[in-house]
């Protein structure tokens, strides 16, 4: 199971950080997605259990995902928000015995049930 926890709204230029904890389970590679309404799930960054880390463009330099594997954690801070940052975030894991990181939502197995993110320009 994983919990997303951290949303909110914040003025444009503001910071958000998001925290997902997986209980019940060990994980190796998770990942941030975000669905905005009207549009398709798209992947925002992933992290792999030995930390090696993958960006989307539009957030490269903005965001830092990152984890804790003692409290089977993962965070994304988010710097510099944008109103197109406005979406729902979800955390989502592949397998556990799975360490490439991919880009694509169907890769992944469990999901989170959503934080919603609202940027105000």
């Known amino acids: 199971q994983l919990q997303a926890s951290g949303g909110g709204s914040v003025q444009a230029g503001g910071s958000l950080r998001l925290s997902c904890t997986a209980s019940?389970?060990?994980?190796?590679?998770m990942a941030w997605f975000r669905q905005a309404p009207g549009k398709e799930r798209e992947f925002v960054a992933a992290?792999?259990?030995?930390?090696?880390?993958s960006y989307s463009d539009s957030v490269k330099g903005r965001y830092t995902i990152s984890r804790d594997n003692a409290k089977n954690t993962m965070y994304l801070q988010m710097n510099s928000l944008k109103p197109e940052d406005t979406a729902v975030y979800y955390c989502?894991?592949?397998?556990?015995?799975?360490?490439?990181?991919?880009?694509?939502?169907?890769?992944?197995?469990?999901w989170g049930q959503g934080t919603l993110v609202t940027v105000s320009s």
């Open positions: 989502a894991a592949r397998g556990p015995s799975i360490t490439v990181i991919q880009r694509t939502w169907r890769s992944y197995a469990y």
């Open positions: 019940g389970r060990s994980t190796n590679v």
């Open positions: 992290v792999s259990g030995d930390a090696h880390t």
